[in-house]
């Protein structure tokens, strides 16, 4: 689910999309804002991103075809960045809650230059069962949440608050540390020869959300997390197609929420 305006970047973000078998057929097209555009500065040991304000993606509004595709997925990602505007939030968390019930939801902690807020971070973890973040994000979500200064227990006592399932910390070329019910631990990262650490991230949470449904535990997931990760590290592409060992062609078993 997106908006993309009709224009040549429009135009062409379906384009990829479709080439790389994405269903694009919740993308909608605004006849007036402009497609969203990021500059990405790739100077520094992090990508640090100016993303564009009033764009298309701000406005995705609310189809009652977007009730039966919720009703149908296995897991929905999103996102806090995506949050920034009143339309885009309202739709987004109206269809958070029509997923169903076993439908695994995962929150993408990415804080963006200024657009987040304590609403949008409250109401986005009382839906979610798994939240991934990365260091940056600690010190602001401590900053709406509070909490003391140890980032493993305040992760902890994040998990615990929420009743998240996991809490998923991924720190870079480090690898990631785990927080999964009563369990904690840190998987580290084969070192990799960087090319081009945007869409390393979104590689990540993807991997670690998809063998989650194929029922694999948490260590497995964060390994292949880190595995699918780090091989987009070493891509030009932010969005390679990624090997046959990183992919899951069928779930067995299936992932299936525990009762409360």
């Keep these: 689910m997106s908006r993309v305006g009709q224009d040549k970047y429009g135009n062409r973000a379906v384009e990829i999309l479709g080439e790389k078998g994405v269903d694009t057929a919740f993308i909608q097209r605004d006849p007036v804002l402009k497609t969203g555009l990021v500059n990405v500065d790739l100077s520094g040991d992090e990508p640090e991103y100016e993303i564009l304000g009033q764009v298309a993606w701000d406005d995705i509004a609310w189809e009652d075809r977007f009730s039966s595709l919720m ?74 949440l509070g909490g003391g200064q140890d980032d493993g227990q305040f992760l902890k006592n994040l998990r615990s608050r929420y009743s998240l399932d996991c809490v998923v910390l991924s720190l870079g070329e480090r690898g990631c540390r785990v927080f999964d019910g009563g369990d904690e631990f840190t998987v580290k990262a084969v070192s990799r020869d960087v090319v081009n650490t945007v869409g390393a991230g979104d590689a990540f949470t993807a991997a670690f959300v998809t063998h989650r449904l194929a029922g694999n535990d948490a260590e497995t997931c964060a390994k292949k997390a880190n595995q699918a990760g780090g091989y987009v590290v070493t891509c030009e592409d932010g969005m390679p197609i990624l090997p046959t060992t990183h992919r899951i062609f069928a779930f067995n078993p299936p992932y299936r929420k525990e009762a409360n």
């Design 71 to 144: 009703e149908s997925a296995d897991a929905v990602c999103f996102g806090t960045l995506s949050q920034r505007s009143d339309t885009s939030r309202t739709t987004i968390l109206r269809a958070v809650h029509n997923a169903k019930d076993s439908c695994l939801k995962v929150l993408d902690l990415n804080f963006r230059q200024d657009y987040h807020s304590l609403e949008v971070v409250q109401n986005s973890l009382q839906l979610a069962d798994v939240v991934k973040l990365s260091g940056p994000e600690i010190p602001i979500l401590r900053r709406y």
